[in-house]
């Protein structure tokens, strides 16, 4: 459909269901982006998601990236099906770097030093451009000693948390560490005699992150699971398109020891065969009660993002979506989803969300 010439129309992604999260209807989820790790990241809307994991580049924050080390697509695309066919609440955990470094700043806000939390080149910043991960702080009155200050952390241009007045650097430090580390997206500690005196306002790049070799989504995919304490409640937990019996067996466990459900999702385009031989696997590993669990097949193949911005380039493609996505979307969507009921080893779905 045309626009009305010198009209321009954005779609953006959605906001929050404005609906009341059900007791069970929360999605657990791992997997991989660039963003903070070894945290629960509460995740209501793909606007969210952007917020905490976009990946900033020439078309501004995307959320659905591929940078050869980081690749957020089966986390973006499943999440993405799970807010449009229901659900309403997820925790998202990260999965561990293998190697790399986290990004880090030290004297630029005095005697403190700042280290991004988690590795990974996506708190990388500088004064080039808004992306990445500083610190602002800005002088309110007095002056050296006896200077009140004001700070502000930004994650791609986006003000994630503005500080109450801050007396000294220890106030500084213990406000970025009574924050949620979702939000301040870095620890701060004490750094030394320093150069720059309390009182001197400044911005404070990050540096010297480093993604490494990869993400760990097997054998420590226990870590990115054990932010997911019981005190959260109950709901399903998944790892969208990991489909090795490590992580079946994984997430099973997770969801016995936290009265979860573990959604899995079969292998990409598996047989029948297949998916059984997977079932029964799982079926006998040790300490594993299958009836935690409930796998699902085929992938579902689902259109790509809406994009009606006229200056942005606009591709026209399909996505293979992890079938779990629907799943919990669904068990968010009934309004009677009960924990270890109707729990089944093998479901087929349909193909399309």
Known sequence: MANTPGVNITVTAAAASPRSNTPTATWFVVGNAAGVSGVAVPVNSMTDFVTYFGKFDAKGNQGRYNTGTVDSSLLYDALDVFFREGGINAYVSLFPRSGGSAAAATVNVGKVTLTAFGKGAWANSSNSNAAGLILITTLVSGSGSSAIMTAAIKFNGVTMATSPSLGSETDLINWIESLPKYQSMMTASAYGAGTTAWGTAATTYLTGGVDGSGSDTTATSTASLSVFSDLFGPGQVSAPGITDATTYSN??????????????????????????????????????????????????????????????????????????????AKFADRKSTRLNSSHVSESRMPSSA
């Open 251 to 328: 997430l099973t466990k997770h969801a016995m020891a936290n009265n979860r459900v573990a959604v899995l999702d079969g292998a990409l385009n598996a047989s029948a065969s297949t998916l059984t031989s997977s079932v029964a696997t799982l079926q006998g590993t040790a300490d594993v009660d299958p009836s935690y669990a409930a796998m699902y097949a085929p992938w579902l193949i689902v259109p790509a993002p809406v994009n009606t911005n006229p200056s942005a380039a606009v591709s026209v493609y399909n996505r293979t979506v992890a079938p779990s996505a629907l799943a919990a």
